[in-house]
Structure formats: C-alpha cells, structure tokens
C-alpha cells in the first residue's frame, strides 16, 4: 500500500502563496495519476486538480483554475500544488490522493482515488 505525506501548509495572508508537495512511497509512482481535494470545517471534500500519470494532462476546479498548478516529478516521487493570489475561501484541509488505476488519465470524481494522505492544513488570513 502506498504511503502519501503532504507537507508544505500553513498560514498566509490573502494574495500570498504557497507550495505543496506531496510525497509518495513505492517505485511504481510514475504510473499513476495524482489529485489534491480540501476540505473545509462543514463542508465535504472537494476536488481542486488532478494530474496524469504522464503529467501531460492537467485539470483544475473552477475555483482555483489560473490560480494553481500541479506538476508531478516522477524522479522525486513527488507531486506539487503550486499555489498564487490565495484567498480566504481556500482555507481548508488540503489532501493528496492517488488513483487506483494504473495509466489513468485525470479525474475530478473522489471515488476514482484509493489512496489518501493525512493532510495539511492552508489557512488564508484576510
């Protein structure tokens, strides 16, 4: 089973930025396609973007489209959320996620991952 640790959270005031990673254990990271979704207090878990596994392929919600990147280094097992001109509306419990199969291309629906790390919290100040 694959291990997913986020990192890179924190407190920021509005307009600032933060960069996200998230950190995937097994040798077979290249093969998959990666989301991040958040979660904030009283709200379910929402998709925010997705990367294939090629990296080749990019999907953004509508919230944060233009705003945010992922990218994905396959040598570092490693996948980013790159994210600008933050907002309050962005607080929330950020989640990186790995789908479950093998080749995918990119996927907004939570159901298509089955693997979730712990989180880490992004809080926008105003």
């Known amino acids: 089973q694959v291990q997913l640790v986020e990192s890179g959270g924190g407190l920021v005031q509005t307009g600032g930025s933060l960069r996200l990673s998230c950190a995937a254990s097994g040798r077979t990271f290249s093969s998959y396609a990666m989301g991040w979704f958040r979660q904030a207090p009283g709200k379910e878990r929402e998709f925010v973007a997705a990367i294939s596994w090629s990296g080749g392929s990019t999907s953004y919600s509508n919230s944060v489209k233009g705003r945010f990147t992922i990218s994905k280094d396959n040598a570092k097992n490693t996948v980013y959320l790159q994210m600008n001109s933050l907002r309050p509306e962005d607080t929330a419990v950020y989640y990186c996620?790995?789908?479950?199969?093998?080749?995918?291309?990119?996927?907004?629906?939570?159901?298509?991952?089955?693997?979730w790390g712990q989180g880490t919290q992004v809080t926008v100040s105003s």
């Open positions: 996620a790995r789908q479950s199969r093998l080749w995918a291309e990119v996927s907004e629906a939570t159901y298509a991952y089955n693997s």
